[in-house]
């Protein structure tokens, strides 16, 4: 059985996670199959927030750009859209993709957005999964929305990885040890596995009214379903933390098979299969 996850993110150590997936080429390549499998909730949130046409949006850990992608369209042409990434590598491939789209309303930045100065204050503040690496999640969410103006809009899609345990069977022995080595990975990596449920303190402890909140989950039991081979992918780039961490071997997560191997488990215990968590927040600054 998993080990209990569910301490209070305001644990956090005074440096930002191990970002637990890695910084490499194969990443990039996840997280844009990541957009696939998560794009239609951010999409709802974003909506759901009141994100529009005309909207100036800063956009926290853009990674390979799918996000800002999504706003970009959101805001329309008279819109902007500032993305923000620490891994000034990754925004290559962002900065590459808004122009294959077309998209001259997009600005990638390489660096650290709570110690930005902007000259100008943003309509909305997005982010998907990047809390949960920060040191102080709280904090660093109270520094991320002094970019807003007031009345700005603060939207937040975080995994919580602490009901992850709630899924474990006795008939699905593997997805059981998977679900075992996401927990122990990100636990070692300093990762805050409940930062899904904690966006209500991080909104609140900001100043913000309490934010409107939905639990979701990707899941699947079709043949074709292609969260299988996004688990895969996930687990590609796990691999070498859970070597080094010295909690699974290569040979022992087998990514080659991974796949096929989710797949022929829940046909077998007639199990749908969970992908991880999230919960969606978002909430505006008083005026």
């Known amino acids: 059985m998993a080990k209990d996850h569910s301490e209070n993110y305001s644990h956090a150590s005074n440096h930002d996670a191990t970002y637990t997936l890695g910084r490499t080429s194969h990443e990039t390549t996840r997280l844009i199959e990541q957009s696939r499998i998560y794009g239609e909730s951010t999409r709802r949130l974003c909506k759901r927030a009141g994100i529009a046409e005309g909207m100036r949006v800063l956009e926290i850990g853009s990674g390979a750009g799918d996000v800002a992608l999504t706003l970009a369209e959101l805001v329309g042409p008279t819109g902007q859209i500032v993305g923000v990434d620490v891994n000034a590598e990754i925004l290559d491939t962002a900065r590459l993709r808004a122009t294959e789209a077309?998209?001259?309303?997009?600005?990638?930045?390489?660096?650290?957005?709570?110690?930005f100065a902007f000259s100008d204050k943003f309509d909305a503040?997005?982010?998907r999964f990047v809390l949960m690496y920060m040191a102080d999640p709280g904090e660093a969410f109270a520094k991320l929305i002094t970019h807003l103006?007031?009345?700005?809009i603060a939207a937040f899609q975080e995994p919580e990885y602490t009901l992850y345990p709630a899924f474990l069977h006795p008939n699905t022995p593997l997805m059981n040890q998977l679900i075992t080595w996401i927990l122990d990975v990100f636990a070692h990596s300093d990762a805050h596995l409940n930062m899904g449920i904690g966006l209500y303190q991080a909104f609140v402890d900001a100043g913000l009214p309490p934010p409107t909140m939905h639990l979701?989950?990707?899941i699947g039991a079709a043949k074709t379903w292609a969260g299988y081979r996004y688990m895969a992918t996930i687990f590609q780039s796990l691999l070498p933390l859970l070597e080094k961490y010295g909690l699974a071997t290569a040979e022992q997560v087998d990514v080659d098979t991974l796949a096929?191997?989710?797949?022929q488990e829940v046909i077998a215990s007639k199990r749908p299969f969970f992908l991880p968590l999230h919960v969606t927040a978002h909430s505006r600054l008083p005026t």
Do not use: M, N, Y
């Not at 077309?102 to 110690?115: K, M, S, V």
């Not at 103006?149 to 700005?152: A, D, N, Q």
């Open 102 to 115: 077309g998209l001259q309303h997009l600005e990638f930045i390489a660096g650290d957005a709570r110690t």
């Open 125 to 127: 503040i997005v982010g």
């Open 149 to 152: 103006k007031p009345g700005g």
């Open 216 to 218: 979701e989950s990707p």
């Open 260 to 263: 096929a191997r989710i797949r």
